[in-house]
């Protein structure tokens, strides 16, 4: 029987350290009660070396020289590069990185090609003036040029931040002029839904909206070869400012890293900004290797034989945490396309035909898949999958079952949990532990992650609020032009509880249930909750139940109050083609939720919906949408942000015509 990572990980610490590391929760314990030695061990495991003359001393301090949040401080004295790790792994065999089209386009970066590629491009930055500390900025889809820029830019020290090209340029330069890059990488378009979407003329505008750029680097998509004849966009002039990106790969040039210290920014990731300026969360060079290696090493079991695909995009966490794959030599995937074009199967042919082990996708993709009746278990041949990984909103019971029952019977799901705020995820699946439908499985190592009621009691069996009571390494280490760090306590700290402030304690803004098995229920944002009668319930609870309603695309409820104690809930849906929202099925979503959650749960009304407007990470607005549909004035919701802003519109106009507005 062959042997987990994290089961190797936790015999070979345990025998080293005296320790009985026995079974995930043993492990889990001493990992938050000794962080110290659980990170130092981790660093040890992977022969991470210090680089730049320092050295890692043997005492605790030199890991965890202050432990209290935020600001706890990680390896002081520590300097590093995040491209190091990876750069170890350049003498495997074939590809490092895969770049795939909705059409059918295919290329790749070998592991040989992969330091040279990293060089050119770093050499080609460096003659823009570009050093340690500087910022470039990415305007890409989902392809390996956005791997290489990201590298490039590390191994100098400078600062990498991304933007996907489904913004438009003044929501693009809405982040990443906050920045003020000196270099910005653009792509002419990309291919989405069959249809070529021309980025020239907006990668012109977002470009002159960013008034300290010293050059350009272009991605030229739309002159490759799988980009069909006749619907090719011309080549069209480049200024004396902008390089071709394929002759900055192509340089010959060494590639030298620059060390850093270990909380030295490596990127900048922005929120959804959906009711006011994107705030740029900023991680370490070290805290998102150390956490990225234990994530995707450890509790995702990968190394070098292993090929990584999450379905993402440049604007989403997952883009960063699906590089971490090159970490542990495993191959990564990147896909530009829509992930349901030409139909709902696209994706499992992708798993397919590149052998994909780990496949990371969403919750609308897999209901999506069942919705279309597929059964990708039978029709391909996915021998290599291992696990499926699925993020982005709470996975549904059903969900879980339909892929035991049409991908593989008894593969791992790992419904995973995280964030933006700490790039990584707080909890999910891991090898060996057994899988309950609607629950992620464990608490990641090194993530002290409780449940609290109102008065930061620690509850089991019990909705409450998501705490994060210890350090983790990868938390931000700040926010952009928050100096002195006050936006930063705002947002995860400075939040007053029934028995009063707690400083040092993260609080998430989730709803969720840890069970006494150590497994996690996610219930939904806890600033939108739903409070009817005082009983509070989760959003996702009822998500669950009426998207598994054959007819019913998407749901969105949401819980308004109005003058005088009233409440309004209503459930608004998008149907399947060819559905009605009829009486009969009203009154099946009501039953539904009758039956499976409790009267309580039942919506006041069932409205279908033209759409559900999301951030463009794909995360419901459900809270700027309650305050429209209050008829509040003061919410301001930037359109830039949003999905579908049009959407925005007839929820007022739903909210305008209320009894109460």
């Given at each position: 029987m062959t042997t987990s990572a994290i089961e190797d990980f936790a015999a070979s610490v345990g025998a080293e350290r005296g320790l009985d590391l026995a079974g995930y929760e043993a492990l889990w314990q001493w990992s938050i009660e000794r962080p110290e030695q659980f990170w130092r061990d981790l660093w040890n495991r992977y022969a991470l070396t210090p680089s730049g003359g320092t050295a890692l001393g043997e005492s605790d301090e030199h890991v965890l020289a202050d432990p209290v949040m935020p600001g706890a401080r990680w390896f002081p004295g520590v300097s590093l590069n995040y491209v190091d790790q990876i750069l170890r792994h350049t003498g495997l065999p074939g590809a490092a990185i895969i770049g795939l089209t909705e059409d059918g386009g295919r290329t790749e970066i070998a592991w040989s090609e992969l330091a040279s590629q990293v060089a050119g491009v770093a050499a080609t930055l460096r003659e823009f003036g570009v050093g340690r500390g500087d910022r470039v900025v990415a305007y890409l889809p989902h392809v390996p040029e956005a791997v290489i820029a990201?590298?490039?830019?590390?191994?100098?020290?400078?600062?990498?931040?991304?933007?996907?090209?489904?913004?438009?340029?003044e929501g693009a330069a809405g982040r990443l002029a906050q920045l003020r890059p000196k270099v910005l990488v653009w792509a002419d378009g990309y291919r989405y839904g069959g249809k070529w979407i021309d980025k020239r003329s907006?990668?012109?505008?977002?470009?002159?909206?960013?008034?300290?750029?010293?050059?350009?680097?272009?991605?030229?998509?739309?002159?490759?070869?799988?980009?069909p004849s006749g619907d090719r966009p011309s080549g069209g002039e480049l200024s004396a400012a902008a390089i071709e990106f394929t002759a900055a790969a192509g340089r010959q040039?060494?590639?030298?890293?620059?060390?850093?210290?270990?909380?030295?920014?490596?990127?900048?990731?922005?929120?959804?900004?959906?009711?006011?300026?994107?705030?740029?969360?900023?991680?370490?060079?070290?805290?998102?290797?150390?956490?990225?290696?234990?994530?995707?090493?450890?509790?995702?079991d990968m190394d070098s034989g292993d090929v990584f695909f999450w379905q993402t995009a440049l604007s989403w966490m997952m883009w960063n945490y699906q590089v971490a794959g090159l970490l542990v030599g495993a191959r990564i995937v990147c896909y530009s396309g829509h992930p349901l074009y030409p139909d709902a199967d696209r994706l499992w042919?992708?798993?397919?035909?590149?052998?994909?082990?780990?496949?990371?996708?969403?919750?609308?993709?897999?209901?999506?898949?069942?919705?279309?009746?597929?059964?990708?278990?039978?029709?391909?041949?996915?021998?290599?999958?291992?696990?499926?990984?699925?993020?982005?909103?709470?996975?549904?019971?059903?969900?879980?079952?339909?892929?035991?029952?049409?991908?593989?019977?008894?593969?791992?799901?790992?419904?995973?949990?995280?964030?933006?705020?700490?790039?990584?995820?707080?909890?999910?699946?891991?090898?060996?532990?057994?899988?309950?439908?609607?629950?992620?499985?464990?608490r990641y190592l090194g993530v002290e992650l409780e449940s609290w009621s109102p008065d930061c009691t620690p509850l089991v069996g019990e909705v409450g609020e998501m705490v994060i009571t210890t350090a983790m390494p990868s938390m931000p280490v700040g926010f952009w032009d928050d100096p002195d760090g006050e936006r930063y306590r705002a947002a995860y700290f400075d939040h007053e509880w029934s028995d009063g402030p707690r400083p040092h304690v993260w609080r998430h803004g989730d709803w969720v249930t840890l069970t006494e098995r150590g497994s996690i229920v996610i219930h939904g944002r806890s600033d939108a909750t739903l409070n009817r009668n005082g009983i509070r319930m989760?959003?996702?609870?009822?998500?669950?139940?009426v998207e598994g309603i054959d007819q019913v695309s998407e749901g969105f409820v949401l819980g308004v109050d109005g003058?005088?104690?009233?409440?309004?809930?209503?459930?608004?849906?998008?149907?399947?083609?060819?559905?009605?929202?009829?009486?009969?099925?009203?009154?099946?979503?009501?039953?539904?939720?009758?039956?499976?959650?409790?009267?309580?749960?039942?919506p006041d009304e069932v409205i279908v919906a033209p759409g559900i407007p999301h951030t463009r990470t794909g995360k419901k607005l459900e809270v700027p949408v309650t305050a429209i549909l209050a008829g509040r004035s003061d919410v301001a919701v930037d359109p830039r942000s949003v999905d579908d802003p049009d959407l925005l519109g007839w929820f007022r106009e739903r909210g305008a015509e209320h009894s109460w507005i």
């Open positions: 990201f590298l490039a830019t590390a191994s100098l020290g400078a600062v990498f931040s991304g933007c996907g090209q489904d913004y438009a340029p907006d990668s012109a505008e977002l470009a002159a909206l960013l008034p300290t750029l010293a050059g350009q680097l272009v991605v030229r998509i739309g002159d490759q070869q799988a980009q040039a060494d590639l030298i890293t620059e060390p850093v210290p270990f909380d030295h920014p490596l990127w900048v990731l922005f929120s959804s900004g959906t009711t006011g300026k994107p705030k740029g969360i900023m991680h370490g060079h070290g805290g998102v290797l150390l956490e990225h290696l234990k994530a995707v090493g450890l509790q995702g042919q992708v798993v397919e035909s590149e052998k994909v082990s780990y496949f990371g996708t969403s919750p609308g993709q897999l209901q999506a898949s069942r919705k279309a009746n597929l059964n990708p278990g039978s029709d391909h041949e996915l021998g290599a999958l291992r696990t499926i990984g699925s993020t982005g909103s709470t996975l549904a019971a059903d969900l879980f079952v339909w892929i035991d029952e049409h991908v593989r019977q008894g593969i791992p799901v790992s419904s995973i949990s995280g964030g933006t705020d700490v790039v990584t995820a707080f909890a999910g699946g891991s090898p060996g532990i057994a899988v309950v439908a609607g629950e992620l499985s464990v989760g959003s996702a609870d009822i998500y669950e139940v003058p005088g104690g009233a409440y309004w809930m209503p459930l608004f849906v998008t149907l399947t083609p060819g559905s009605n929202l009829d009486d009969a099925l009203i009154a099946q979503i009501r039953s539904e939720i009758r039956a499976r959650l409790s009267p309580r749960h039942v």
